[in-house]
């Protein structure tokens, strides 16, 4: 399954606690908490180019499927890590302390991040 293609946020879960306990200030969580981002994924192969615009703020990432990468986080800093894929639609990262699970079904992607006891839930939609 190819991950390539435009999403926007359509639902979150948790934004607020989850950013808060990752360490971002309040002010950028609530001027975060009601946009509806956009991210753009480019995959070939194994590489993945991810870039998420959120308002004014881009973020972009590239790693390859099991090979050690660094990523930046929500919070800015660079993290080394390694995706890996289960089974052809779900990447997997552990990030500083925070599981990352991205599933793609059809035109949806459904992101789980968790820090703690805390669950982040993002859904996309393809556009």
């Known amino acids: 399954m190819n991950f390539t293609g435009k ?19 309040d002010d950028i969580i609530q001027k975060g908490k009601d946009i509806k981002s956009v991210s753009e994924i480019v995959q ?3 590489h993945f180019k991810l870039t998420i615009t959120t308002g004014t703020k881009v973020m972009q990432n590239e790693f ?10 929500m919070t800015g800093e660079k993290v080394k ?3 890996n894929m289960e089974g052809d639609n779900k990447l997997v990262a552990n990030i500083k302390g925070m599981k990352s699970v991205t ?5 949806t992607i459904i992101s789980i991040i968790t820090l703690g006891d805390i ?3 993002r859904v996309s939609k393809r556009i």
């Open 119 to 121: 669950v982040f839930k």
């Open 81 to 83: 890590t390694v995706v």
């Open 7 to 25: 999403y926007q946020l359509q639902s979150q879960e948790n934004f607020e606690a989850f950013m808060k306990a990752a360490g971002l200030p």
């Open 64 to 73: 390859t499927i099991g090979e050690e990468c660094e990523l930046e986080t």
């Open 44 to 46: 070939n192969g194994k």
């Open 103 to 107: 599933e793609l079904n059809g035109d």
